[in-house]
């Protein structure tokens, strides 16, 4: 197996942070480019250890999808002066649960991440602090170009100091230039008072190190891409002075999509969003890196059932929304994309949906393991960013009674394991506050935004099943 992976080296240019890894002899590198960010001027006032220990952050949960090769060390190369014995609770935490899929995707249980050394001379030095008392919430939202951005975006609008938008391109899923133009359509149909853009460029997760990489065991590669988004907006935040980062992940993610019998855990592939990796990236962020700051989804109190209603006043904006990580903006072949389909014509207008992906995914052969997966009808739910399986009924009801057909429709019908709708119309229409991060900010519109979009889809729903 891969015996060391390595922090090379990690640096930054006025508007570029690189990272550079090693693999043994293989390397890797990733870089940042940041269109608001000046790092030299950053440097100056607040002085290049801070920004090195920044950019060590996010160097940190970059080299963890390195890990995906099984290496036995890690070293951390100049900059194991930051490898606190908190900083390393919070990377292993992190790959232990993010890379719970890996291990069970590779049968190997046991392996949790390379030893490493713990050092931290100079991970306790003083935190960028952001000012205590700011007349008004400066928030910047991240925004991927979903049905998820989209919906959290209008909520924040009712913010009294409105919020930024932060949009982001990543060389994984295609050229750099497609991926902006898809966001700034999008965008067209927010508010935000400032767009900041991140461009990412990788070239580990789109290589062919699994069939030609030296030594390599794995099947698949894992990233924390959560994580890692979180980490790289930091230089954002201490510029521009944010108090919050919000994103739009929502309660449907805290759930995984299978129990492996081996170890007894959840293998959650949305992990990263869920409201646990919430709490634990607060509280490490908030008092070793960012004093002041608090990272919260505008959409963790509800799911997705709420959230595909919600896009009803937003129909004008939805042939430009997208969420396919293989081909934007859809595959129609993949798992996120069926699971969209299905819940675009369950809870929106046909004649909104259809244009969008000018094919009836429910007669798609190729799509019927797909749709067998999300059922509950094969050993595991897909490995994507989609809802639960009784959200995936409950959309297959809604698509049956308003008269749609298909090979899928049929499929539901004569094998799914029907549920208590009633029950599912309760539980995925109320709104859960214990799961809102920002407290703070509740009173500013968003929980009166989140409650109307509730009820509005619970009285949706009502008119189905009652």
């Known amino acids: 197996m891969v015996e060391t992976v390595s922090l090379l080296d990690a640096t930054w240019s006025r508007h570029q942070l690189v990272a550079r890894f090693a693999a043994d ?35 940190a949960f ?13 070293d951390w190369g100049r900059f194991a002066r930051f490898v606190t014995p908190e900083f390393a609770g919070l990377w292993r935490e992190v790959f232990r649960n993010v890379w719970a899929q890996w291990r069970f995707e590779n049968d190997d249980p046991d392996y949790h991440g390379p030893s490493f050394d713990i050092g ?22 991240f925004f991927g170009g979903g049905k998820d951005s989209l919906v959290a975006a209008k909520l924040l609008e009712t913010l009294p100091g409105g919020y930024d938008l932060l949009s982001y391109s990543s060389s994984i899923y295609g050229t ?38 030296d030594r390599v065991r794995s099947g698949t590669l894992t990233a924390a891409e959560t994580p890692s988004s979180i980490f790289a907006a930091l230089p954002y935040v201490v510029h521009h002075q944010y ?27 949305q992990w990263g969003k869920s409201a646990q990796a919430e709490t634990l990236l607060n509280q490490y962020i908030s008092t070793r890196l960012v004093r002041g700051l608090t990272y919260f ?49 369950a809870y929106l207008p046909e004649e909104a949906v259809l244009p969008i992906f000018d094919e009836n995914l429910f007669d798609t052969t190729g799509n019927m393991k797909i749709f067998r997966q999300m059922l509950g009808l094969e050993s595991h739910l897909p490995f994507e960013c989609i809802g639960q399986m009784d959200e995936v009924k409950l959309a297959f009801e809604l698509c049956r009674r308003k008269g749609l057909t298909g090979q899928a429709i049929d499929l539901f019908a004569v094998e799914a394991i029907k549920p208590d709708y009633r029950a599912l119309v309760n539980r995925y229409t ?17 929980g009166e935004g989140l409650i109307a979009g509730a009820a509005e889809a619970k009285q949706y729903l009502d008119s189905f099943f009652n």
Not at 31 to 53: C, N
Not at 179 to 190: G, N, S, V
Not at 430 to 446: M, N, P, S, T, Y
Request: hydrophobic share 40%; with cysteine; proline share 4%.
């Open 430 to 446: 109320r709104v859960d506050f214990d799961q809102f991060g920002a407290a703070e900010l509740l009173k500013d519109g968003i």
């Open 176 to 213: 750099a230039r497609h991926q902006h133009d898809m966001l700034d359509a999008l965008i067209r149909f927010c508010k935000p008072a400032h767009h900041r853009r991140q461009w990412i460029y990788d070239d580990f997760l789109d290589s062919p190190v699994i069939s030609l990489g």
């Open 120 to 141: 931290g001379a100079a991970g306790d030095a003083p935190a960028f602090s952001l000012p205590a008392e700011p007349a008004t919430a400066r928030v910047l939202s």
């Open 25 to 59: 002899r293989m390397r890797f590198t990733t870089s940042y480019w940041y269109d608001s960010v000046d790092f030299d001027e950053m440097a100056e006032i607040h002085g290049g250890e801070q920004i090195e220990r920044l950019l060590f952050h996010v160097a």
């Open 243 to 269: 108090t919050h980062i919000a994103l739009a992940h929502e309660k449907s993610a805290d759930t995984g999509q299978v129990r492996w019998q081996r170890t007894g855990e959840d293998v959650n592939h």
């Open 297 to 345: 989804s505008a959409l963790k109190p509800i799911y997705d059932v709420v959230i595909f209603n919600m896009l009803r006043k937003h129909l004008d904006a939805l042939p430009f929304a997208h969420s396919c990580n293989l081909l934007k903006p859809w595959c129609r072949r993949c798992a996120k994309c069926v699971y969209v389909w299905l819940n675009y014509l």
């Open 62 to 74: 970059e080299i963890n999808k390195i890990c995906s090769l099984r290496p036995q060390r890690l």
